[in-house]
């Protein structure tokens, strides 16, 4: 099972070399990093 995992990692890093592409640090939108920034609601405040 452990060399299913290694083995599908290597195939996303030879992927992401192929394509230009970190797969560590992909490219986020502006709007996905204020989704993310924005954080859970606060359910004290009204």
Do not use: F, H, N, T
């Amino acid at each position: 099972m452990a060399s299913l995992l290694v083995q599908s990692m290597c195939a996303v890093g030879v992927l992401g070399e192929q394509s230009g592409i970190d797969p560590g640090r992909p490219g986020v939108a502006d709007s996905g990093r204020k989704l993310y920034g924005m954080g859970p609601p606060d359910p004290w405040k009204s």
